[in-house]
């Protein structure tokens, strides 16, 4: 039996670069749906067994849908997974072609979990949040324009005209996706689950069930370090350093973080659990850190089983 054959896209605005590992075949094609479908094409005749690609924002969207419509697996990856694996062959080098090739290779030796493409509803609820991360940041610079010594009166009533043209516009992008969730029962009683909790507002749990769809499908030390909320060892030798985070996905914690110290107000679990390690010497970035992997094992342990937030618990 023959060495399989492996596939790897190169994902850029315009274009897609694919390769082949063992053989290092290569070919591009425009990164649209006709370009995704002929570069799909291009794998089945050399009966690729899987594909690997980056995530690069949205521009892998067309290959991705390509490659499920050609039933053929595929695994997204994280671009510094990638970059950090063609280094450590020795390919410093980096061209569209090499990238293809090295990612067809990635594919071949690491063998990574294919990945399940979201439905149409799913990708509308991501781009909803992804667009109110965006509003938010937005009217945060503006916020700081408006406050800022120099600005002139002709300058603020423009950013206060824009702040209430962003609010509106947030006001909007919450009403339609607080609707998309409304419309699946799975994920309106998930959310009503994600609320009893005492410092979960529908930010947080909209976060959650668009950005975090394992949650209660995975066990908490899982999904903390799914999240990055795990800490690492940093162990060498006879050095013991200092735990710490890292990895993982950015915009959950992000969300999960003014939360928790909400919580440390109203919910007498979380605060326990603050006041027990500040006692312990902890610092507080630490202790905080510690909380909001403590909310997040207590969330994903109520999706699994069903119940709501139990406070006498």
């Not at 605005?13 to 995704?36: I, S």
């Not at 630490?286 to 999706?303: F, S």
Request: glycine letters at 8%; one cysteine or more.
């Amino acid at each position: 039996m023959g060495q399989q054959t492996y596939g790897g896209v190169d994902v850029s605005k315009a274009t897609l670069d694919v390769g082949t590992w063992p053989n290092g075949g290569h070919a591009r094609f425009d990164n649209d749906a006709a370009g995704a479908a002929a570069a799909t094409a291009w794998f089945a005749a050399r009966q690729v067994a899987a594909v690997a690609l980056e995530a690069t924002g949205g521009y892998e969207r067309a290959a991705c849908a390509a490659l499920e419509d050609g039933a053929l697996p595929y695994s997204r990856l994280n671009p510094r997974q990638a970059r950090d694996f063609a280094r450590s062959t020795g390919q410093l080098a980096k061209t569209d072609h090499i990238d293809a090739v090295g990612l067809a290779r990635y594919a071949a030796q690491v063998q990574p979990q294919s990945t399940v493409m979201h439905s149409v509803s799913e990708e509308e609820r991501e781009t909803l949040i992804q667009r109110r991360r965006q509003l938010v940041g937005m009217m945060s610079a503006e916020k700081n324009r408006l406050s800022a010594p120099r600005t002139d009166a002709w300058t603020r009533e423009q950013i206060q005209h824009h702040l209430h043209s962003l609010d509106e516009q947030l006001a909007a992008v919450e009403a339609r996706l607080q609707q998309a969730i409304a419309d699946d029962p799975a994920l309106r009683g998930r959310e009503a689950l994600l609320q009893s909790v005492r410092g979960v507002g529908p930010v947080l749990s909209m976060t959650l069930l668009v950005e975090l769809p394992e949650l209660g499908r995975l066990k908490g030390k899982q999904v903390a370090a799914l999240v990055g909320l795990a800490p690492m060892n940093r162990d060498s030798g006879t050095r013991r350093g200092e735990r710490s985070i890292a990895g993982g996905r950015a915009r959950v914690r992000t969300a999960l973080y003014m939360p928790t110290l909400s919580a440390l107000r109203c919910n007498p679990h979380i605060r326990a659990q603050y006041r027990g390690l500040r006692a312990a010497g902890k610092p507080h970035k630490v202790a905080i850190v510690a909380c909001m992997r403590k909310l997040l094992v207590v969330l994903t342990a109520m999706l699994r089983d069903g119940q709501i937030w139990q406070p006498a618990a």
